[in-house]
């Protein structure tokens, strides 16, 4: 049984930093594409950044680049994002996603397997 677990979330001030994490089991972890997600109430949601199944390439998309970071660490089964000089508009819930052998702009673009429960991110001005 596929698990997705994120957890990291929480509330947080303009300008501040939160770190995502992600834990899946059930699965070969090193096989998946993974992703971070987000969604704001009464809008889509939107793939943030992906990662490839190595590591060796990402995707952000333009809202977030130069402020977040994706990272996946696979001898631990462990997706992270770092996540520098938040903002209002960064406000939603953030959800972990993983899909077999996608890409990093495949998966971003929808191509998703399994996704997480979701963690709630809050920014305050």
């Known amino acids: 049984q596929v698990q997705v677990v994120e957890s990291g979330g929480g509330p947080v001030q303009a300008g501040g930093s939160l770190r995502l994490s992600c834990t899946a089991s059930?699965?070969?972890?090193?096989?998946?594409?993974m992703g971070w997600f987000r969604q704001a109430p009464g809008k889509e949601r939107e793939g943030v950044s992906c990662i490839s199944r190595g590591g060796g390439s990402s995707y952000y998309a333009d809202s977030v680049k130069g402020r977040f970071t994706i990272s996946r660490d696979n001898a631990k089964n462990t997706l992270y994002l770092q996540m520098n000089s938040l903002k209002p508009e960064d406000t939603a819930m953030y959800y972990c996603a993983a899909s077999f052998f996608q890409t990093a702009t495949t998966i971003c673009g929808g191509r998703v397997g399994y996704w997480g429960q979701g963690t709630q991110v809050t920014v305050s001005s």
């Open positions: 059930g699965l070969a972890f090193d096989n998946y594409a």
